[in-house]
């Protein structure tokens, strides 16, 4: 009798801890500028948010927690992006720096380096940590890194191994209603067990081509067009975007779980610059460069302990979000991670945050799809930022705190900064072992390029 009583205890105590564990919900969009909908990213700025589109449920995620408005993605790019996301270090280190793998051309200068295309399987990853901790995870839409299933990298529940392709059967454009569906039954069944959960919810959206309600496009057709926005279709897109994201947060207060859930909000890189996408300005460039546009994202934080309509100005990153959900869920995060948890921001106590690595680095040495899309390194240095041509092994400096559109380069004004830089660089891609491209033994300058232009999108769902 005795023993059942001890039993009994013990398990009420056990399943009382894993209640008490906070829930987080991690929502990952695609493709979404820094000025990508309509909440203000920097409240001292007023072009850190769109002049068109209509994003009120992420606008209300913002008010009801902290905004950090000097976000960046770990890379340029989808795929080295997320990887960084889940394992807590740089694209450079773990040799994810691009989703791309086409030959070296005879006009390029330089030969890009062998690179992974897929996560490997020893790759230590959150939903791996949270795992052990007891916790149920799951992984909705957008996968893109590499063929291996979820399961192998800690989830429970998820979508398969997808890419860029959707479902077959979609629920609302970019299935991004069906998304939501296939979450929300989730996180009911780990509300009813009482069970902590990870979901991680990648939509597909606001990638090209651009897809959106009929209903959600006609609004927008009625108003007037953006000084720097002002494509219906793709405001659409981003409406709807924004409605399925308020269905999910409706969902999570509905089971009041609201107390106990961190709800994270992020984009994996900048918006394209093509023309009927997204503008970045007053950022400059856009996806695939390394410049401001293509790595500075939204970063939105609501939680228990996280003030209202907050804002914290100082400089994170994707790779700071393994830390940040290790210690909600109280375990210790990895020594070789390269990032820091920004639980101490996020709750509005500066003096507890401590950054271990000050420096955030940079790494594409390949070529992409445009001018801008080429073999680029850069490290950002509290407000300084130096990028490196790869090419032409020449250098700017800008300073981000009066030159958010990297417009005034510095290297030749600040000939000590710029060294200091350079030097920092280097180090720290020597301390990654970060691939490097090399000169192309091919290479031919009368060599002419010549690629299709591909379409911006075009609106393929209606309902």
Not at 290 to 316: F, K, T, W
Not at 391 to 404: A, G, I, M, V
Not at 409 to 438: F, G, S, Y
Request: proline share 6%; aromatic share 8%.
């Amino acid at each position: 009798m005795k023993f059942n009583l001890l039993h009994g205890l013990l398990l009420s105590l056990y399943f009382t801890s894993l209640q008490a564990a906070p829930n987080i919900v991690f929502i990952l969009v695609d493709d979404m500028g820094w000025t990508g909908s309509s909440t203000l990213m920097d409240p001292e700025l007023p072009e850190s948010k769109s002049d068109f589109y209509q994003t009120p449920q992420i606008d209300a995620l913002a008010a009801a927690g902290m905004r950090f408005s000097q976000a960046y993605a770990p890379a340029a790019l989808c795929t080295p992006s997320r990887a960084a996301i889940l394992t807590g270090k740089t694209p450079a280190e773990l040799h994810i720096t691009t989703p791309g793998g086409s030959r070296t051309q005879s006009y390029q200068k330089l030969a890009p380096p062998r690179h992974l295309k897929e996560l490997p399987e020893d790759a230590f990853t959150i939903a791996e940590a949270l795992q052990q901790q007891g916790y149920t995870t799951a992984h909705f839409g957008k996968w893109h890194i590499g063929k291996n299933s979820p399961s192998v990298h800690g989830f429970d529940v998820h979508d398969g191994n997808s890419g860029n392709q959707m479902p077959d059967v979609q629920d609302g454009p970019k299935d991004v209603f069906g998304l939501t569906k296939r979450a929300m039954a989730f996180i009911s069944e780990q509300s009813h067990t009482g069970t902590p959960f990870y979901l991680q919810l990648s939509h597909y959206a606001v990638h090209s081509p651009i897809e959106a309600l009929a209903t959600s496009r006609a609004k927008f057709a009625q108003m007037p067009a953006g000084s720097r926005h002002n494509d219906i279709d793709y405001a659409a897109m981003t409406y709807d975007l924004d409605n399925s994201i308020g269905q999910l947060l409706q969902h999570i207060e509905s089971l009041g779980l609201s107390k106990n859930t961190y709800v994270v909000f992020m984009s994996d890189n900048g918006a394209s610059s093509k023309p009927r996408e997204s503008r970045n300005s007053p950022l400059n460039g856009g996806k695939g460069s390394l410049y401001e546009g293509g790595i500075r994202v939204p970063l939105i934080i609501r939680g228990p302990d996280v003030p209202s309509n907050s804002h914290c100005a100082q400089a994170v990153t994707g790779c700071d979000l393994f830390s940040t959900f290790s210690e909600w869920a109280g375990i210790d995060t990895p020594a070789d991670t390269d990032g820091s948890s920004l639980a101490a921001l996020a709750r509005n106590d500066a003096s507890g945050f401590k950054r271990a690595q000050r420096v955030f680095l940079f790494h594409y040495p390949h070529y992409g799809l445009g001018p801008r899309q080429k073999p680029q390194s850069a490290i950002i240095m509290e407000h300084y930022k130096l990028i490196k041509d790869l090419e032409s092994e020449s250098y700017q400096l800008f300073d981000l705190s009066s030159d958010l559109s990297e417009s005034d380069n510095l290297i030749q004004k600040m000939p000590e900064k710029a060294a200091q830089m350079i030097q920092t660089m280097e180090a720290r891609l020597r301390l990654v072992d970060a691939q490097q491209a090399l000169p192309n033994p091919n290479y031919d300058p009368d060599a002419i390029q010549t690629r299709s232009s591909s379409q911006a999108g075009f609106l393929r769902f209606k309902k």
